[in-house]
């Protein structure tokens, strides 16, 4: 099975990492489109303008299926996006298992799109604190240190929430930096396994092709902290 997968940067790759833990032989399409991150502070026109050209180039590919692997598409433009290739977003199974459990005070950060688009209030009926997190994204994809400005983003949630939703795919790249500002009090949710345990994919023949809009060291650096396994890199132009 052909999947393709895509997000504005290496966010995306934490859910990649967990279908490849679920489903390890799948033949897997990456696009991560690093030269215009972050999305989390564009408009949804642009959002919108992205996505299309993204699905168009996976769709190139042959893909089978599609995952949105990012927060702030699924919350914004996923409604409007192209569905002749099936298509699923990053959040829907991480609401249902919301709605589903028994928490009741739920903590929520994301991009600034995300949490303005309100998706998560819509359709969790549940106290939600939310934040967004502007920060985050442009100091994780450039591999810069959080521990200075997390306790600004996340001191909220101290004691007032029972569980966090990380709602940004790129958030679970520093759970242990949000764990140890919180003290491991609070579970954290990564959207990306939810996803996995959400879906039935086959499990026939393994392939990883990773297509970035910008290659560079620090890049490869993320990638390779992220996916564990022999993986194909290029870098790709997409066109209109
Ligand atoms: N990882 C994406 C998300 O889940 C995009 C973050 C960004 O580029 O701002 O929202």
């Not at 279908?19 to 502070?41: C, E, H, Q, R, S």
């Not at 005070?105 to 688009?117: E, Q, Y």
């Amino acid at each position: 099975m052909k999947i393709g997968i895509f997000d504005s940067g290496i966010g995306g790759l934490t859910v990649l990492a967990e279908l490849i833990k679920k489903y390890p032989n799948n033949k897997y399409y990456y696009f991560g489109d690093n030269i215009n991150a972050p999305y989390g502070t564009k408009s949804k026109e642009e959002l919108l303008k992205l996505s299309n050209k993204i699905i168009n180039f996976l769709n190139k590919k042959d893909v089978d299926l599609i995952i949105v692997a990012c927060g702030t598409i699924s919350s914004n433009v996923f409604d409007k996006l192209p569905k002749d290739t099936k298509i699923y977003d990053v959040i829907s199974p991480t609401i249902d298992y919301i709605n589903n459990s028994n928490y009741e005070n739920i903590g929520l950060i994301g991009t600034n799109m995300t949490i303005k688009s309100k998706t998560f209030e819509k359709r969790i009926n549940k106290k939600i604190i939310a934040r967004s997190c502007n920060d985050f994204v442009p100091y994780i994809e450039n591999e810069q240190s959080l521990t200075d400005i997390i306790p600004k983003y996340m001191n909220i949630f101290k004691d007032k929430v029972d569980v966090l939703i990380l709602g940004c795919t790129h958030y679970p790249i520093i759970e242990k930096e949000l764990n140890d500002y919180l003290d491991s009090k609070i579970p954290l949710i990564n959207m990306g396994t939810i996803l996995a345990d959400s879906l039935k994919l086959g499990n026939k023949e393994k392939q990883i092709r990773l297509y970035f809009s910008k290659v560079n060291h620090t890049l490869i650096s993320n990638i390779d902290k992220i996916i564990k396994e022999k993986y194909y890199l290029e870098e790709v132009v997409l066109e209109d």
